[in-house]
């Protein structure tokens, strides 16, 4: 992997859209769309930690303070069990092993918030709750498991918007979404019995469509996954979810678990997963939110290139010696990230590991020592993460194959946090956090010169107001100009995205995940299997002008005004993407694609 | 002819029409199955089909009580369901295979279910009703064999040595709406644009043909060539008539005795001759016999009745076209007038039909208000020819003239569908047009098709009172443009295969077409 203070890797890694005042049709007669499926698991890099899968931790006495010893286990469902126990450190150092399978140390137990019912309501949940006025802030989503009460023979339950099921192939119920799953043993049954119906007529049933419902089915080996939704989201995008939700569980157990299945088709997966509901549901949550469920991609956090280099810079010293990938992120977004040589790391592993991370409220308190699948990496390994948050949003995660890093990794952790805090690079994140990233209101009228930054306009947007200020007042309700209300940018090399703020008229979350579904019907809508990838699509209806531009070098999606003018809109798309050139040095993080080698 | 043909067939496509009322019992559950084709497949397989539309239906139930299972997407076949009357369920399965272009629109399949039950109804009535009058079922599952059997064999392929045109293949497939199909619509009528002038004379005609039955409550419907160009039934029965117009009644029916079941399938070259292959030895005009239309005579007669047999029609001397499907009794050698059911009315009407040159006109008499059946029938058909035989003439001369040929509807540049919803018409670029895009567009389009139909369906069930407003513009892989735009209730679908330029470029073709073919119905400004 390429250092991030290469320089040529900045102007290089991402050859730009050509565009200037051609319109957005011009110049792209080939498409060469980069497959993401290819090179995400690198079984070669991979090597070395391949005999770890399923295997217990096994840890000598560590220090005198901190005792902990994971034994070998028996069956394989113990060692599974046990390697999900966490270890946990406080700042002295005690280590802690929590050897029993069932206490898993999330905080988020089912308990804990399964009594949250009203204030916690999602959009999402039941189809006539819809101007439920709480569920417009993003702060009343509440994480974990709700209506645990409920099961298939309640009229809520049958109305909830989205539900997402995993179950066994005999039938066991695994994880619901709503409901107990004990109770939902019959109806668990009653999926296995469809699937397996079609199977033996030596067919694969993949989607049921009733009215507004879809049921769509994955199987993954002896594991199924079912959601059944009402949203208007295509079946690609549901399909793609159910992956993520498969990945997720792949995450906690590694693709392991399917020996159990293999000894005992009847085994009982459930108290494996004791007490991640929590995790499941609040990557469920981020369906409805986070473009990188559907892009595939990552996003960064807006950072001046010098203070991302500055990071990125201590990483890599880091990752010289020993860790596979050592990855500092503010909430979903990335400041820095760096591999080994030959490592690379999948957008999709970042999202579930990232999610899994900020999910478990055990990681906020204490340091943590955990194993952990990334399942585009190599789903049958297990690897060890070291996670640490520096501060409430800003956490570090060092990645290795070796259980008994520990303290390593926890020295590596202080010699990084000393740097950051030093070249005032957590100051410099936690800034940019209040600050936002890209407004369409201040799209440039004409072209920046090519040194543009983002940041000091960022830094004019502050409560010292100049002309730009007066200029944003004239825009205030009616988004950027030629009617622009928001703009995703995708680049396919870095693997990365840039969504723009939300502004007006997405006040509420409710409008937020309606774009958001938008967009992600355009995405499935322009990558088909069988006839896209297409190149352009302009789609209209009451709610939006969408306008999405696929090159083999980015795709941009971009929301108007439904009654935005055709023209005008394609030069502000063409405008955009000089826009985020410009600045690409502030919101991607170059040279260290996780693809490049 | 194409009985045993089909029934051959057994591979690619299932078809099954089961009730769920029926077999509730352990044991019994055959008695669900009131049709199944292919007819050869084994009970168990018949059943375990059956079982899992059953299954999907009640489940599906749970989450959506108001709309069952519509489709299963398994990944080599799709399923498609049609509830044809309330618990009487028509089941397609279809096989995908993208090789051998079997990529299907859902939409595009369930209206060939609808069609087939429309038809049904039209001339047996309701199958609830039937089996109602008969609980064993054992008539109406004949029925229903040999009706649907007569349907299918429409899409049967036909063998180079039936008719030199462009099949190849000589095995008898089936031929079911695919991609290729993007630019056609099911279940609509297809008009003619006729001048003010020839539209006069068209009511004119209309008004005298009506007079002479001397019914209020007679209909009627004409056609020029494979074209509507007027009626007075109501959209359902329009369509109806229509469709059954143009598969076995029309000169282009007549003289290929076979499969055009719409004008859009082939623009083979119809020629107004009307040379009727004579096979089937059409009896000549029955004499008047007596009157047996009483109250259940109809139904007597009906298990032999093989509306949609080929060849059974042809024109007689005098212009009205003559079949022997309809027999005063089961069995018997005499022919009696045709007689079908409108959905409208449930009212049962004779059906008279006469033929000059390309112009069709099909008459509907209320079989009520004839008195003295097919003596009644004799003379109204007498007053018919007395009367409206020259206009007729005209008419027809007046239409032939302003006809510009099958590419009449072809706009250069353009590969069209026009769909009015609220009308249930439709105008398409002629098929001979549409087979020179290539299959990347064509497949691009009945994707974008099945995107539109499922915003549809959505939008129905989301009970708004606005109607969908949509527009999407594609450009796909190969620089085709594929557009669609739906507003107020009409549907345009175009491909633009060699506007090779910008998106506004496309959108200003759109507008141009609108404002010239549409009296701007999809222009935005």
Known sequence: ?597 | MGLSSVASNSEGMQLCIFDLRRGQNEGQELDKILFFYPADLPFSTQLSVIGLSEGLITFTRIFSPEAACEVIEAERHSHVFFEAEPDIWMVMIVEKNKEAEAVWRVGALRNVLKEVHSLFLMFHGSIRSLLEKEPAAGLIRSQLYIFIMDYLSAFEKRSPLDYCCWDFLSSKKLQLPSFRDSLKERGTVQMLTVGREAAIEVQSLVRVVESCTGSPSCHSLLLFQDLLVSTTLSPDDAINLFTYAVLRLTPRALSTGSSSWSYLLKGSTASAAVTGPAVGSPTSLSEPFHGSHGTSAGDDQSHAMRPLQHDRWSRGNDGFLVTDIWQAEPGSLVSVTPSIWLQQTEEKMYLCAYQHKSLTLIVLIPVSSVINGEQGIFAVKQLVLENASLKMLKVEEKLSKGWGGENAYHVSGYRYLLVDGDRNLSRASPPGKVTTLTKDSLLALSKLREEVDIEKSRARWDDDDHEKELEICTRARNNAWVITRVTRGKELYMVLENANETLLYASDAVQKFSNRYCNGAFSLD
């Open chain 1, 1 to 597: 992997m390429s250092s991030s203070d290469d320089d040529s890797a900045s102007s290089g890694a991402n050859s730009g859209p050509v565009l200037g005042s051609k319109p957005i049709e011009d110049g792209f007669s080939q498409l060469r769309v980069n497959d993401l499926a290819n090179g995400s698991v690198n079984d070669d890099a991979a090597e070395g930690s391949g005999d770890r899968e399923g295997v217990a931790v096994e840890v000598d006495e560590v220090e005198d303070g901190g005792s902990a010893s994971a034994r070998v286990g028996g069956t394989e469902i113990e060692e599974i069990g046990e390697a999900r126990g966490m270890w946990r450190s406080n700042s002295e150092g005690e280590v802690e092993a929590q050897a029993s399978p069932s206490s898993s140390g999330y905080a988020g137990e089912r308990g804990s918030s399964s009594g949250g019912s009203g204030i916690g309501e999602e959009e999402d949940e039941i189809e006539e709750v819809r101007s439920d006025a709480g569920s417009d802030s993003q702060a009343a989503w509440m994480p974990g498991k709700r209506h645990v009460d409920e099961d298939d023979a309640s009229i809520s339950w049958r109305k909830r918007k989205k539900h997402f099921f995993i179950l066994s192939h005999s039938g066991k119920p695994i994880y619901s979404r709503y409901g107990d799953e004990h109770k939902l043993a019959g109806f668990s049954a009653t999926l296995q019995a469809i699937i397996s119906f079609v199977e033996n007529g030596g067919d694969r049933v993949k989607l049921v469509r009733a009215g507004k419902h879809q049921v769509v089915f994955l199987v993954k080996g002896p594991i199924y996954l079912v959601c059944i939704s009402c949203t208007e989201e295509p079946y690609e995008s549901l399909r793609g979810q159910l992956e993520l939700i498969y990945g997720q569980m792949i995450v906690i157990l590694t693709k392991s678990v399917n020996r159990c299945f293999e000894k005992n088709p009847k085994f009982d997966m459930t108290p494996l997963l004791g007490g991640t509901d929590v995790v499941f549901s609040s990557l469920i949550h981020s369906f409805s939110w986070n473009p990188a469920t559907f892009l595939h991609a990552y996003t960064c956090l807006p950072l001046a290139y010098a203070t991302r280099q500055a990071a990125g810079a201590v990483l890599q010293d880091i990752a010289d010696s020993g860790v596979l990938f050592a990855i500092l992120m503010c909430k979903h977004k990335v400041v820095s990230l760096v591999g080994a040589q030959k490592a690379s790391l999948h957008p999709d592993d970042m999202l579930l590991l990232s999610n899994f991370v900020m999910s478990s409220e055990s990681f906020r308190t204490s340091e943590n020592f955990s194993p952990i699948c990334l399942p585009r990496y190599n789903p049958m390994a297990f690897l060890y993460a070291y996670v640490h948050y520096l501060d409430v949003e800003t956490y570090l995660m060092l990645l290795t194959t070796s259980s008994d890093a520990f303290y390593h990794l926890k020295d590596c952790r202080t010699r990084i946090e000393t740097v950051l805090l030093k070249s005032n690079v957590l100051s410099e994140v936690q800034r940019s956090m209040l600050d936002g990233g890209m407004r369409v209101e201040d799209l440039p009228i004409d072209p920046l010169p090519r040194s543009g930054s983002l940041l000091p306009r960022l830094g004019q947007r502050r409560p010292f107001t100049d002309s730009q200020e007066s200029l944003k007042e004239a825009y205030a309700g009616i988004g950027g100009p030629a009617g622009l209300w928001h703009f995703i940018y995708r680049s396919i090399y870095l693997d990365q995205y840039v969504a723009s703020e939300f502004a007006p008229p997405f006040n509420t979350l409710r409008q937020q995940k309606r774009l958001y579904r938008a967009y992600q019907k355009m995405y499935a809508s322009m990558h088909d299997k069988g006839v896209g990838p297409h190149k352009t699509q302009f789609r209209r209806d009451e709610h939006y002008v969408l306008l999405c531009w696929v090159t083999q070098d980015f795709e941009l999606y971009a929301a108007f005004d439904p009654l935005a003018d055709k023209g005008s809109a394609i030069k502000t798309c063409n405008r955009v993407c000089q826009w985020v050139k410009d600045v690409e040095n502030e919101i991607f993080l170059l040279g260290a694609s996780p693809f490049s080698w």
